[in-house]
């Protein structure tokens, strides 16, 4: 079996985190353009204030997330070639996080939004925070406690262990000496 270089491993976590983003950013974009014509609907006019402060909260998310979503495109057109792809993909993998932590919050104020709108308010509550946990049970706490499993199968070829501690710390020391 072939194992890849740091070079190699450098390159195919930013693919990853690359494939990652196009999955994130078209969601993301979707609920965006939502917001943004919702307030030119005939309904619009008949929203709380409430419901306008919440539409507020899910439209400056969403924008945010888009944000933080597409800021790996910018800081690599600024990295390109500098062979500085670690340091590149540890900021991706930061904005990633930070631009689904934005998409949570936008998710679920939309939702707040909507069915505040179209059901009683603590019916709106118990479903916005249904939607809450949902999501932070997929994108937060399974994959934290994932994080473990099958770690004593070292001769497996899962791609999902690119962020343990261990390649962390080692692409850390190679970053280090990649940014000078």
Avoid: C
């Avoid at 006019?45 to 409430?50: E, L």
């Avoid at 709108?117 to 925070?129: H, N, T």
């Amino acid at each position: 079996m072939s194992r890849e270089s740091e070079r190699q491993r450098w390159q195919r976590n930013f693919a990853d985190l690359l494939q990652e983003l196009r999955v994130a950013q078209t969601g993301v974009q979707i609920l965006f353009a939502f917001l943004l014509t919702l307030p030119f609907s005939s309904g619009f006019p008949q929203t709380s204030d409430f419901q306008k402060d919440i539409y507020v909260v899910s439209l400056l998310s969403a924008a945010a997330a888009t944000a933080a979503i597409i800021s790996p495109v910018a800081f690599h057109r600024a990295l390109f070639r500098q062979g500085r792809k670690p340091e590149l993909v540890r900021f991706a993998h930061r904005m990633a996080s930070t631009g689904l932590a934005f998409m949570l919050v936008a998710m679920v104020s939309a939702v707040l939004l909507i069915t505040d709108f179209i059901l009683d308010r603590s019916i709106a509550f118990v479903l916005s925070g249904i939607t809450a946990l949902w999501l932070l049970a997929l994108w937060v706490f399974l994959p934290f406690a994932r994080r473990n499993w099958g770690e004593d199968d070292i001769d497996d070829d899962d791609d999902d262990d690119d962020d343990h501690p261990r390649d962390l710390a080692e692409g850390r020391r190679a970053g280090s000496g990649a940014a000078r």
